[in-house]
């Protein structure tokens, strides 16, 4: 996902695996961290209904993160040992992904249910294909989207998709198609409220 221009901008923790450039909607939180230091944040998740449909207005990517590669997501809970961990058989081997390179320069990406994640309000965002549902209607310019829920495909909740006559609340607008290439077409769009 590409952030152009934004205006708002809230820390938020995921309430379930989300693919990152789908649109979410907020929730009260109840997880907590080290002491509760997460539980005044507020929860994200994937809308189900067509009415959450509407109120899904943030588009979600990873938090930003300065740590040194490699990056271990779950970070492994280990035991105390020596040698940053490695050195009992406990420990190793560990069930993560490890990253070489931050989450947020991968293209397509789920972000783990419980991290910390951004949630984007208005402003103009591309995202890659798969990130919405393709119609002919998404290559015009100022077609109006709206977000697909989980009654009408589980794969495609959170995705936006054409709003052929703008009944879905008009808050998101095409701003431009770029044509396919080898991965798909980009889709940039403009968040308003």
């Known amino acids: 996902m590409e952030i152009n221009k934004y205006s708002d901008i809230k820390g938020v923790v995921t309430l379930e695996a989300i693919v990152e ?5 907020l929730s009260t939180n109840s997880l907590t961290h ?3 230091s997460w ?3 507020p929860g994200a998740r994937l809308p189900d209904t067509a009415t959450e449909a509407q109120k899904a207005h ?3 990517t990873f938090a930003v993160d300065n740590s040194k590669p490699p990056i271990y ?3 492994p809970s280990m035991t105390y040992a020596l040698r940053q961990g490695f050195d009992q058989a406990a420990n190793v081997p560990f069930d993560a992904t490890v990253h070489m390179t931050p989450q947020s320069m991968k293209v397509g990406l789920t972000i783990p249910s419980g991290t910390l994640a951004l949630a984007f309000g208005p402003g103009i965002f ?3 294909s798969g990130a919405y549902v393709y119609s002919a209607g998404i290559e015009i310019p100022g077609t109006w989207l709206s977000v697909a829920n989980g009654q009408d495909d589980g794969t495609d909740t959170g995705k936006l998709q054409e709003d052929a006559d703008g009944s879905e609340g008009k808050f998101a607008q095409v701003e431009r198609y770029d044509l396919p290439g080898f991965d798909g ?3 940039t769009f403009k968040l308003n409220w």
């Open 21 to 25: 450039g789908r649109m979410v909607l």
């Open 34 to 36: 080290d002491f509760g």
């Open 39 to 41: 539980a005044d944040l």
């Open 58 to 60: 943030f588009v979600i």
């Open 73 to 75: 997501q779950p970070y």
């Open 126 to 128: 591309t995202v890659p």
């Open 185 to 187: 077409g980009n889709l």
